[in-house]
């Protein structure tokens, strides 16, 4: 069953925002993921989004191969970035089956 990593996302640093979204990238795909929405600004229908956050979703074959990239060595490097380059909420959620 596929699994989704849904982020919420604010750049605090864009320079380091890019070199993160390259490494990201890269570690996402070998393990599988692929980019559903990436960086989109959600309209809201109903209640407020703030207009400095953006939405990323990136879908999965299984939570198994999430947390196995989440765990990488590959992804390391990126989350290591991350800490200066966002401020972000990341949300494991598994699809439904067909």
């Known amino acids: 069953m596929p699994a989704y ?3 919420e996302v604010e750049v605090l640093d864009e320079e380091l925002a890019d070199g ?3 490494l990201a990238e890269a570690s996402i795909r070998r393990y599988g993921g692929r980019y559903i ?3 989109a600004l959600p ?3 109903e209640g407020a989004w703030p207009s400095s956050q953006r939405v990323v979703v990136v879908e999965f074959p299984d939570t198994d191969r999430v947390k196995e990239w ?3 060595s590959e992804y390391a490097e990126a989350l290591e ?3 200066s380059a966002l401020e972000w909420r990341l949300l494991l959620v598994e699809g439904v089956s067909e």
């Open 37 to 39: 929405v990436r960086g």
């Open 81 to 83: 970035i991350r800490k």
């Open 70 to 72: 989440y765990a990488s």
């Open 5 to 7: 990593v849904i982020s």
């Open 43 to 45: 309209e809201a229908v």
């Open 20 to 22: 993160y979204r390259t």
